[in-house]
Protein backbone atom coordinates (compact mmCIF):
# COMPACT_ATOMS: atom_id res chain seq x y z
CA UNK A 1 0.00 0.00 0.00
CA UNK A 2 1.46 3.34 -1.05
CA UNK A 3 1.37 5.56 1.82
CA UNK A 4 -0.42 8.80 2.36
CA UNK A 5 0.39 12.00 3.23
CA UNK A 6 -1.20 13.06 5.68
CA UNK A 7 -0.99 15.75 8.59
CA UNK A 8 -3.12 15.03 12.05
CA UNK A 9 -5.02 18.63 12.90
CA UNK A 10 -7.57 19.58 15.43
CA UNK A 11 -9.73 22.14 14.11
CA UNK A 12 -11.26 24.11 16.88
CA UNK A 13 -14.83 25.63 17.27
CA UNK A 14 -15.51 24.45 13.41
CA UNK A 15 -19.38 23.64 12.34
CA UNK A 16 -20.11 20.83 9.69
CA UNK A 17 -22.37 19.85 7.58
CA UNK A 18 -23.55 16.33 7.32
CA UNK A 19 -25.44 15.28 4.21
CA UNK A 20 -27.69 12.20 4.42
CA UNK A 21 -30.10 10.72 6.90
CA UNK A 22 -29.77 6.68 7.03
CA UNK A 23 -27.75 4.22 9.25
CA UNK A 24 -24.09 5.69 7.69
CA UNK A 25 -24.90 8.98 8.55
CA UNK A 26 -26.22 7.90 11.86
CA UNK A 27 -22.99 6.73 13.22
CA UNK A 28 -21.02 10.17 12.09
CA UNK A 29 -23.82 11.82 13.71
CA UNK A 30 -22.99 9.47 17.14
CA UNK A 31 -19.42 10.26 16.65
CA UNK A 32 -20.06 14.12 16.23
CA UNK A 33 -22.77 14.33 18.89
CA UNK A 34 -20.54 12.58 21.56
CA UNK A 35 -17.31 14.65 20.95
CA UNK A 36 -19.44 17.99 21.34
CA UNK A 37 -19.29 18.78 17.49
CA UNK A 38 -21.25 21.38 15.96
CA UNK A 39 -23.19 20.03 13.00
CA UNK A 40 -26.62 20.25 10.88
CA UNK A 41 -28.23 17.44 8.73
CA UNK A 42 -29.57 17.20 5.47
CA UNK A 43 -31.14 14.78 4.12
CA UNK A 44 -34.64 13.67 2.40
CA UNK A 45 -35.21 10.79 4.74
CA UNK A 46 -33.47 10.89 8.32
CA UNK A 47 -33.25 7.76 11.20
CA UNK A 48 -35.38 8.38 13.57
CA UNK A 49 -32.42 7.67 16.50
CA UNK A 50 -30.86 10.98 14.61
CA UNK A 51 -33.34 13.15 15.74
CA UNK A 52 -32.28 12.66 19.38
CA UNK A 53 -28.33 13.82 18.14
CA UNK A 54 -29.33 16.99 15.92
CA UNK A 55 -31.44 19.48 16.45
CA UNK A 56 -30.61 21.14 12.97
CA UNK A 57 -32.20 19.14 10.70
CA UNK A 58 -33.38 19.69 7.20
CA UNK A 59 -35.59 17.48 5.32
CA UNK A 60 -35.17 17.90 2.04
CA UNK A 61 -33.01 17.51 -1.44
CA UNK A 62 -29.53 18.64 -1.10
CA UNK A 63 -28.00 21.92 -3.21
CA UNK A 64 -24.90 23.47 -3.86
CA UNK A 65 -25.87 26.13 -2.46
CA UNK A 66 -26.70 24.89 1.02
CA UNK A 67 -23.01 24.67 1.60
CA UNK A 68 -22.89 28.29 2.01
CA UNK A 69 -20.04 29.39 4.34
CA UNK A 70 -19.39 25.59 5.96
CA UNK A 71 -15.97 24.89 5.69
CA UNK A 72 -16.35 21.13 6.71
CA UNK A 73 -18.89 18.32 4.58
CA UNK A 74 -19.61 14.72 4.68
CA UNK A 75 -21.13 13.48 2.39
CA UNK A 76 -22.79 9.95 4.31
CA UNK A 77 -25.76 9.92 1.24
CA UNK A 78 -23.64 7.12 -0.91
CA UNK A 79 -25.43 8.76 -3.38
CA UNK A 80 -22.75 8.94 -6.68
CA UNK A 81 -25.18 12.10 -8.05
CA UNK A 82 -24.39 14.24 -4.46
CA UNK A 83 -20.72 12.86 -4.48
CA UNK A 84 -20.02 14.35 -7.92
CA UNK A 85 -22.03 18.01 -6.88
CA UNK A 86 -19.96 18.29 -4.11
CA UNK A 87 -16.61 17.80 -6.34
CA UNK A 88 -17.39 19.79 -8.79
CA UNK A 89 -18.72 22.65 -6.05
CA UNK A 90 -15.20 21.91 -4.19
CA UNK A 91 -13.06 23.09 -7.56
CA UNK A 92 -14.32 26.47 -6.78
CA UNK A 93 -14.70 27.06 -3.05
CA UNK A 94 -12.56 26.06 -0.27
CA UNK A 95 -13.86 23.26 1.60
CA UNK A 96 -12.81 19.91 3.24
CA UNK A 97 -14.57 16.93 2.42
CA UNK A 98 -15.46 13.89 3.28
CA UNK A 99 -16.96 10.75 1.28
CA UNK A 100 -17.30 8.09 3.30
CA UNK A 101 -16.34 4.70 2.47
CA UNK A 102 -14.75 6.13 -0.66
CA UNK A 103 -11.31 7.46 0.00
CA UNK A 104 -9.79 8.87 -2.75
CA UNK A 105 -12.61 11.88 -2.42
CA UNK A 106 -11.70 12.52 1.08
CA UNK A 107 -9.60 15.45 2.15
CA UNK A 108 -9.66 14.30 6.05
CA UNK A 109 -10.69 11.14 7.90
CA UNK A 110 -11.95 10.30 10.48
CA UNK A 111 -10.10 9.01 13.47
CA UNK A 112 -10.70 6.36 16.14
CA UNK A 113 -11.38 9.04 19.16
CA UNK A 114 -10.04 7.64 22.99
CA UNK A 115 -12.44 9.33 25.68
CA UNK A 116 -10.21 10.77 27.98
CA UNK A 117 -10.82 14.33 27.51
CA UNK A 118 -8.91 16.56 27.82
CA UNK A 119 -6.19 14.21 26.58
CA UNK A 120 -7.34 12.12 23.57
CA UNK A 121 -5.61 9.77 21.28
CA UNK A 122 -6.64 9.45 17.27
CA UNK A 123 -6.10 6.42 15.64
CA UNK A 124 -6.69 6.55 11.80
CA UNK A 125 -5.84 3.93 9.21
CA UNK A 126 -6.27 6.41 6.34
CA UNK A 127 -9.51 5.12 5.95
CA UNK A 128 -8.01 1.27 5.03
CA UNK A 129 -9.61 -0.28 8.02
CA UNK A 130 -12.04 1.52 10.95
CA UNK A 131 -12.42 -1.56 12.51
CA UNK A 132 -8.04 -1.65 12.65
CA UNK A 133 -8.19 2.06 14.05
CA UNK A 134 -10.82 1.42 16.30
CA UNK A 135 -8.94 -1.79 17.51
CA UNK A 136 -6.15 0.27 18.71
CA UNK A 137 -7.84 3.12 19.87
CA UNK A 138 -8.93 0.54 22.50
CA UNK A 139 -5.69 -0.45 23.20
CA UNK A 140 -4.48 3.11 23.50
CA UNK A 141 -7.62 4.09 25.88
CA UNK A 142 -6.35 1.39 28.56
CA UNK A 143 -2.63 2.94 28.69
CA UNK A 144 -4.47 6.33 29.28
CA UNK A 145 -5.09 7.22 33.42
CA UNK A 146 -8.84 7.19 34.52
CA UNK A 147 -7.32 10.69 36.90
CA UNK A 148 -6.05 12.16 33.82
CA UNK A 149 -8.00 14.92 33.69
CA UNK A 150 -7.52 15.72 37.40
CA UNK A 151 -3.93 15.71 36.55
CA UNK A 152 -4.16 17.88 33.25
CA UNK A 153 -6.26 20.45 35.48
CA UNK A 154 -3.41 20.57 37.57
CA UNK A 155 -0.44 21.20 34.56
CA UNK A 156 -2.94 23.52 33.19
CA UNK A 157 -2.68 25.90 36.47
CA UNK A 158 0.81 25.63 37.01
CA UNK A 159 1.49 26.28 33.28
CA UNK A 160 -0.78 29.40 33.66
CA UNK A 161 1.48 31.16 36.53
CA UNK A 162 4.52 30.23 34.13
CA UNK A 163 5.40 27.20 35.86
CA UNK A 164 6.79 24.16 33.88
CA UNK A 165 8.39 21.06 35.52
CA UNK A 166 9.07 18.43 32.32
CA UNK A 167 11.22 16.00 34.79
CA UNK A 168 8.70 15.80 37.40
CA UNK A 169 5.66 15.93 35.09
CA UNK A 170 7.30 12.66 33.36
CA UNK A 171 7.68 10.76 36.78
CA UNK A 172 4.69 11.67 37.64
CA UNK A 173 3.23 10.24 34.58
CA UNK A 174 5.66 7.39 34.60
CA UNK A 175 3.94 6.37 38.30
CA UNK A 176 0.75 6.62 36.82
CA UNK A 177 0.54 4.56 33.68
CA UNK A 178 2.67 1.53 35.17
CA UNK A 179 0.16 -0.73 37.67
CA UNK A 180 1.68 -4.08 39.54
CA UNK A 181 -1.12 -6.91 40.09
CA UNK A 182 -0.71 -9.80 41.89
CA UNK A 183 -2.72 -11.80 40.41
CA UNK A 184 -4.79 -14.95 42.09
CA UNK A 185 -4.71 -18.01 39.33
CA UNK A 186 -6.81 -20.35 41.40
CA UNK A 187 -6.44 -24.08 41.52
CA UNK A 188 -4.91 -24.10 37.86
CA UNK A 189 -8.24 -24.62 35.57
CA UNK A 190 -8.19 -21.49 33.57
CA UNK A 191 -12.01 -21.93 33.14
CA UNK A 192 -12.06 -21.03 37.24
CA UNK A 193 -9.80 -17.63 36.48
CA UNK A 194 -12.02 -14.78 37.26
CA UNK A 195 -12.70 -12.35 34.29
CA UNK A 196 -10.41 -9.59 35.81
CA UNK A 197 -7.77 -11.90 36.19
CA UNK A 198 -8.06 -13.38 32.77
CA UNK A 199 -8.16 -9.92 31.13
CA UNK A 200 -5.29 -8.95 33.26
CA UNK A 201 -3.02 -11.81 32.02
CA UNK A 202 -3.86 -10.44 28.81
CA UNK A 203 -3.22 -7.23 29.07
CA UNK A 204 -0.16 -6.86 30.99
CA UNK A 205 3.90 -6.15 29.62
CA UNK A 206 5.41 -8.94 32.10
CA UNK A 207 4.36 -11.85 33.62
CA UNK A 208 6.19 -13.16 36.93
CA UNK A 209 5.29 -17.14 37.72
CA UNK A 210 6.03 -19.98 39.17
CA UNK A 211 6.03 -23.66 38.85
CA UNK A 212 2.78 -23.76 40.45
CA UNK A 213 1.16 -21.78 37.74
CA UNK A 214 -0.39 -24.48 35.45
CA UNK A 215 0.51 -24.73 31.42
CA UNK A 216 -2.97 -24.55 30.83
CA UNK A 217 -3.09 -20.65 32.61
CA UNK A 218 0.49 -19.89 30.82
CA UNK A 219 -0.91 -20.61 27.88
CA UNK A 220 -3.31 -17.51 28.16
CA UNK A 221 -0.77 -15.60 27.86
CA UNK A 222 -0.05 -13.60 24.51
CA UNK A 223 3.36 -14.42 22.91
CA UNK A 224 4.30 -11.14 22.90
CA UNK A 225 4.39 -10.90 27.03
CA UNK A 226 7.70 -10.96 28.66
CA UNK A 227 7.65 -14.35 31.19
CA UNK A 228 9.88 -14.47 34.06
CA UNK A 229 10.02 -17.79 36.07
CA UNK A 230 10.54 -16.46 39.62
CA UNK A 231 9.30 -20.02 41.34
CA UNK A 232 11.00 -22.63 43.35
CA UNK A 233 10.63 -26.18 42.67
CA UNK A 234 12.72 -28.86 44.55
CA UNK A 235 16.06 -29.67 42.94
CA UNK A 236 16.64 -26.13 41.30
CA UNK A 237 17.53 -22.64 42.08
CA UNK A 238 15.20 -20.55 43.78
CA UNK A 239 14.70 -16.90 43.77
CA UNK A 240 14.27 -15.10 47.05
CA UNK A 241 11.23 -12.98 47.88
CA UNK A 242 13.42 -9.93 47.90
CA UNK A 243 14.55 -10.67 44.90
CA UNK A 244 11.35 -11.35 43.10
CA UNK A 245 10.14 -7.98 44.85
CA UNK A 246 12.77 -5.85 43.39
CA UNK A 247 12.38 -7.68 39.65
CA UNK A 248 8.94 -6.36 39.99
CA UNK A 249 10.42 -2.75 40.54
CA UNK A 250 12.59 -3.55 37.76
CA UNK A 251 10.08 -3.82 35.40
CA UNK A 252 7.92 -1.30 36.49
CA UNK A 253 10.40 1.57 36.69
CA UNK A 254 11.25 0.57 32.70
CA UNK A 255 7.37 1.55 32.15
CA UNK A 256 5.64 -1.51 31.89
CA UNK A 257 2.66 -3.16 33.73
CA UNK A 258 3.79 -6.50 35.48
CA UNK A 259 1.84 -9.43 36.88
CA UNK A 260 2.73 -11.16 39.80
CA UNK A 261 0.71 -14.35 38.58
CA UNK A 262 0.01 -16.07 42.16
CA UNK A 263 -1.43 -19.64 42.81
CA UNK A 264 -4.75 -19.98 44.58
CA UNK A 265 -5.47 -16.51 46.20
CA UNK A 266 -2.47 -14.14 46.57
CA UNK A 267 -3.23 -14.19 50.43
CA UNK A 268 -4.02 -17.53 51.76
CA UNK A 269 -0.42 -19.16 52.30
CA UNK A 270 1.37 -16.96 49.53
CA UNK A 271 3.68 -14.21 49.69
CA UNK A 272 0.98 -11.68 48.54
CA UNK A 273 1.24 -9.98 51.32
CA UNK A 274 4.47 -9.04 51.37
CA UNK A 275 4.82 -8.18 47.86
CA UNK A 276 2.38 -5.39 48.56
CA UNK A 277 3.48 -4.17 51.31
CA UNK A 278 7.48 -3.86 49.34
CA UNK A 279 5.08 -2.07 46.37
CA UNK A 280 3.34 0.03 48.42
CA UNK A 281 6.03 1.19 49.66
CA UNK A 282 8.15 2.18 47.06
CA UNK A 283 5.47 3.88 45.78
CA UNK A 284 3.91 1.55 43.05
CA UNK A 285 0.24 1.25 42.48
CA UNK A 286 -0.81 -2.28 43.08
CA UNK A 287 -3.96 -3.97 43.04
CA UNK A 288 -4.59 -7.45 44.23
CA UNK A 289 -6.68 -9.89 42.54
CA UNK A 290 -8.76 -12.46 44.32
CA UNK A 291 -8.01 -16.32 43.65
CA UNK A 292 -10.01 -19.46 44.00
CA UNK A 293 -7.50 -20.93 47.08
CA UNK A 294 -7.45 -24.56 47.00
CA UNK A 295 -7.55 -24.67 50.78
CA UNK A 296 -11.21 -24.20 50.08
CA UNK A 297 -12.07 -25.15 46.39
CA UNK A 298 -9.58 -28.18 46.69
CA UNK A 299 -12.00 -30.28 48.91
CA UNK A 300 -14.76 -29.33 46.53
CA UNK A 301 -13.28 -30.60 43.36
CA UNK A 302 -12.80 -33.91 45.18
CA UNK A 303 -16.59 -34.05 46.71
CA UNK A 304 -15.45 -33.56 49.69
CA UNK A 305 -17.68 -30.58 51.64
CA UNK A 306 -15.34 -29.04 54.19
CA UNK A 307 -18.81 -28.47 56.06
CA UNK A 308 -22.24 -30.23 56.36
CA UNK A 309 -24.35 -31.15 58.84
CA UNK A 310 -23.93 -34.24 60.48
CA UNK A 311 -20.08 -34.32 59.31
CA UNK A 312 -18.70 -30.84 60.17
CA UNK A 313 -19.47 -27.33 61.57
CA UNK A 314 -15.91 -26.02 61.08
CA UNK A 315 -12.75 -26.05 59.53
CA UNK A 316 -9.24 -24.41 59.65
CA UNK A 317 -6.66 -24.27 57.34
CA UNK A 318 -2.81 -24.38 58.29
CA UNK A 319 0.20 -23.99 56.44
CA UNK A 320 3.10 -27.38 57.03
CA UNK A 321 6.21 -25.23 55.80
CA UNK A 322 7.01 -22.13 57.64
CA UNK A 323 9.43 -19.68 56.53
CA UNK A 324 12.75 -21.08 56.47
CA UNK A 325 11.97 -24.57 55.69
CA UNK A 326 10.38 -24.98 59.09
CA UNK A 327 7.89 -26.99 60.33
CA UNK A 328 4.65 -26.14 61.78
CA UNK A 329 3.09 -29.12 63.69
CA UNK A 330 1.26 -26.57 65.63
CA UNK A 331 -2.45 -27.84 64.71
CA UNK A 332 -2.13 -31.78 64.71
CA UNK A 333 -3.65 -31.42 68.41
CA UNK A 334 -7.12 -30.45 66.20
CA UNK A 335 -6.88 -34.11 64.77
CA UNK A 336 -8.51 -35.39 68.18
CA UNK A 337 -12.09 -33.70 66.80
CA UNK A 338 -13.12 -35.47 63.83
CA UNK A 339 -16.21 -33.15 63.32
CA UNK A 340 -13.49 -30.61 62.67
CA UNK A 341 -12.08 -30.61 59.43
CA UNK A 342 -8.56 -29.46 59.39
CA UNK A 343 -6.81 -28.76 55.52
CA UNK A 344 -2.91 -28.66 55.15
CA UNK A 345 -1.61 -26.54 52.50
CA UNK A 346 2.43 -27.90 51.76
CA UNK A 347 2.50 -31.09 54.44
CA UNK A 348 2.97 -33.59 51.00
CA UNK A 349 6.83 -33.61 52.05
CA UNK A 350 6.06 -33.05 55.95
CA UNK A 351 3.58 -36.52 56.53
CA UNK A 352 6.16 -38.63 58.10
CA UNK A 353 6.42 -35.65 60.71
CA UNK A 354 3.06 -35.09 60.81
CA UNK A 355 1.85 -39.07 61.52
CA UNK A 356 4.86 -38.96 63.78
CA UNK A 357 3.43 -36.09 65.97
CA UNK A 358 0.12 -37.68 65.83
CA UNK A 359 1.04 -40.95 67.04
CA UNK A 360 3.04 -39.17 70.31
CA UNK A 361 -0.52 -37.36 71.03
CA UNK A 362 -2.49 -40.60 70.76
CA UNK A 363 -4.70 -39.38 68.25
CA UNK A 364 -6.98 -42.36 66.61
CA UNK A 365 -5.03 -43.64 63.81
CA UNK A 366 -8.51 -44.28 62.51
CA UNK A 367 -8.79 -40.82 61.65
CA UNK A 368 -9.73 -40.40 57.94
CA UNK A 369 -7.95 -38.06 55.35
CA UNK A 370 -7.44 -37.40 51.85
CA UNK A 371 -4.75 -36.45 49.90
CA UNK A 372 -5.97 -34.46 47.07
CA UNK A 373 -3.33 -33.37 43.65
CA UNK A 374 -3.46 -31.36 41.26
CA UNK A 375 -7.14 -30.35 41.80
CA UNK A 376 -9.24 -29.43 38.96
CA UNK A 377 -6.48 -30.35 36.51
CA UNK A 378 -6.74 -32.87 34.05
CA UNK A 379 -3.90 -35.07 35.99
CA UNK A 380 -6.58 -34.26 39.57
CA UNK A 381 -5.53 -37.72 41.79
CA UNK A 382 -7.46 -38.72 44.94
CA UNK A 383 -6.46 -40.77 47.64
CA UNK A 384 -8.43 -41.69 51.02
CA UNK A 385 -7.33 -43.45 53.56
CA UNK A 386 -6.51 -42.90 57.34
CA UNK A 387 -3.73 -41.40 59.49
CA UNK A 388 -2.45 -45.14 59.91
CA UNK A 389 -1.66 -45.75 56.14
CA UNK A 390 -0.63 -41.72 55.43
CA UNK A 391 2.49 -42.48 54.47
CA UNK A 392 1.99 -45.12 52.21
CA UNK A 393 -0.81 -42.87 50.14
CA UNK A 394 1.69 -40.22 49.85
CA UNK A 395 4.25 -41.93 48.23
CA UNK A 396 2.17 -42.00 45.13
CA UNK A 397 1.17 -38.87 45.54
CA UNK A 398 2.17 -35.71 43.12
CA UNK A 399 2.33 -32.12 43.89
CA UNK A 400 0.84 -29.63 44.35
CA UNK A 401 -1.41 -31.19 46.88
CA UNK A 402 -3.48 -30.70 49.74
CA UNK A 403 -4.56 -32.91 52.83
CA UNK A 404 -7.84 -32.91 54.49
CA UNK A 405 -8.18 -34.47 57.66
CA UNK A 406 -11.90 -34.84 59.63
CA UNK A 407 -15.02 -37.08 59.20
CA UNK A 408 -15.87 -35.08 56.25
CA UNK A 409 -13.62 -37.33 54.21
CA UNK A 410 -16.05 -40.00 54.80
CA UNK A 411 -18.69 -38.25 52.71
CA UNK A 412 -17.10 -39.39 50.29
CA UNK A 413 -18.39 -43.39 50.69
CA UNK A 414 -21.63 -42.65 51.24
CA UNK A 415 -21.57 -41.09 47.56
CA UNK A 416 -19.84 -44.36 46.13
CA UNK A 417 -22.51 -46.08 47.92
CA UNK A 418 -25.86 -43.54 46.32
CA UNK A 419 -23.50 -44.19 42.83
CA UNK A 420 -23.57 -47.83 43.31
CA UNK A 421 -27.20 -48.31 44.09
CA UNK A 422 -28.42 -45.97 40.83
CA UNK A 423 -26.30 -48.25 38.70
Known amino acids: MKSRKTLPILLKEQHILLLGGGKVALQKAEVLAENNISFSIIAKEVHP ?10 KKSFKTQDIKDTLVVIDATGD ?5 KILEYKKKHPILLNVVDIPQCCDFYFMALT ?41 QVARDKGMIAREKTLKKIEKMTTKAYLVGCGLGDPDLLTLKAYNIIKDVDVVLYDHLISNEIMAIVPK ?28 IKKGYSVARLKSGDPFIFGRGAEELLYLTQ ?62 VLMGLTRIKEIVQQAKILDIDMNTSCAIISNASRKNQSVQVGTLDNLSVLSLTAKRPAIIVFGKVVDFLHKLEKNYTHKI
Open 282 to 343: KGIETEVIPGISSAISGPLMANIPITARDYSNAFTVVSAHLKGNAINLDWVPMLENREHTVI
Open 49 to 58: KIYTLCNDIQ
Open 115 to 155: KNAPLQIAVSSSGASPTVAKYFRDKCQSLIPDNIDTFLDTL
Open 80 to 84: DEVTE
Open 224 to 251: HTKKVFVGKEKGFHTKSQEEINKLIGKY
